[in-house]
């Protein structure tokens, strides 16, 4: 199944990124309901398991799911400066004829005591509202705000690749190069989806793509008024270290600069492996390995395997360096 963002050359020119507290919160939600298919979110859920708020958590997780759709209106227009107040508050002010249409949309995809509880929410709109955006607020107090520097290093880190790459390869090199699940198709952005089919003519409105950490494993879609088309994919070089303590992370970058490192950093465009890194930097294997290692620490490397072969490539993060170096 596809969805479709058929795009005129006014919505080309307004192609946008953006970033989105409430998506990410939705997701880190949905990651603590299912931690075991998330492995890249693991270091971030043994630092938050221990200060879930219950009660906010079991009210978010009815209302939000383990997986597919969630309602619309827990996820407004994503901006580049948008944070957990401007959600929290636009969530307060939530219409309620919006509220309950997107409930309903949930009823029809529950059943049982989750179906009962949701048509009490839709039964009382002003009171549900409320009650949500005070969950909103705990959890993410909870389960975000210790860890929004970092998730906002590699949100803003992401879009500075990406949007480098469009003015290197081309819109459609970048937009092919978001995530296997999206392509560009001359006058259209196609996503596959698992659920959903949809053609989404953006009639001027343009496009947000939208970088996420938490949801790390596949794209989704925004596409109903009032909210702008808006496509989520993940960010490049998440990597289950990407919660470790800040403190860490100070001690891995003063490790970090060397001409050795400088060299492995500046030529991983690419991806290689570590024999062929110590050859193209004139070094022992052994003292790319541990080059490798302490870059990979500082975020600035990403290491993949595949098969036999450990591939290194640069991370956002890295990227974003190397272009301000340049």
């Known amino acids: 199944m596809f969805v479709d963002f058929r795009l005129a050359p006014d919505d080309i020119s307004a192609i946008r990124f953006g970033i989105s507290p409430g998506h990410e919160l939705c997701h880190a939600v949905r990651v603590l309901q299912r931690p075991d298919e998330q492995p890249l979110q693991w270091g971030w859920v043994r630092t938050v398991r221990g200060d879930v708020p219950r009660e906010a958590f079991e009210l978010m997780a009815l209302v939000i799911g383990p997986d597919g759709y969630f309602p619309d209106f827990l996820t407004a227009t994503p901006g580049w400066d948008m944070g957990s107040d401007d959600e929290v508050r636009r969530l307060r002010a939530v219409p309620t ?4 249409a997107d409930l309903a949309k949930m009823l029809a995809r529950s059943s049982g005591r989750r179906h009962e509880a949701i048509a009490r929410l839709r039964d009382e709109p002003v009171r549900a509202r409320s009650m949500i ?38 819109l459609g090199a ?28 953006c009639r001027g409105s343009g496009l947000v793509l939208v970088p996420s950490v938490m949801s790390s494993h596949r794209s989704q879609v925004l596409t109903e008024p ?3 088309p808006t496509l ?6 998440i990597t289950e270290t990407w919660a470790r303590d800040p403190e860490a992370a100070t001690r891995s970058l003063a490790a970090l600069m060397s001409p050795a490192r400088a060299a492995i950093l500046l030529t991983a465009h690419d991806s290689r492996t570590t024999s062929q890194v110590a050859a193209d930097c004139g070094l022992a294997v052994s003292t790319a390995s541990h080059h490798l290692t302490v870059l990979r620490n500082s975020g600035l490397i990403a290491s993949v395997r595949d098969g036999a072969r450990m591939l290194h490539t640069r991370t956002p993060v890295g990227e974003a360096l190397v272009g301000a170096a340049l």
């Open 174 to 201: 970048m937009i092919d190069g978001l995530h296997e699940s999206v392509s560009w198709q001359g006058e259209r952005v196609r996503v596959r989806l698992r659920l959903h089919h949809e053609l989404v003519d």
């Open 133 to 170: 955006a005070d969950a909103w607020q705990e959890l993410w107090d909870a389960l975000l705000a210790p860890v929004w520097p970092q998730v906002e290093r590699i949100l803003r880190a992401d879009i500075a690749v990406r949007a480098r790459r469009v003015t290197t390869d081309g």
């Open 226 to 228: 009032p909210a702008q």
């Open 232 to 237: 989520f994919y993940p960010a490049q070089g």
């Open 97 to 100: 004829e919006l509220f309950r």
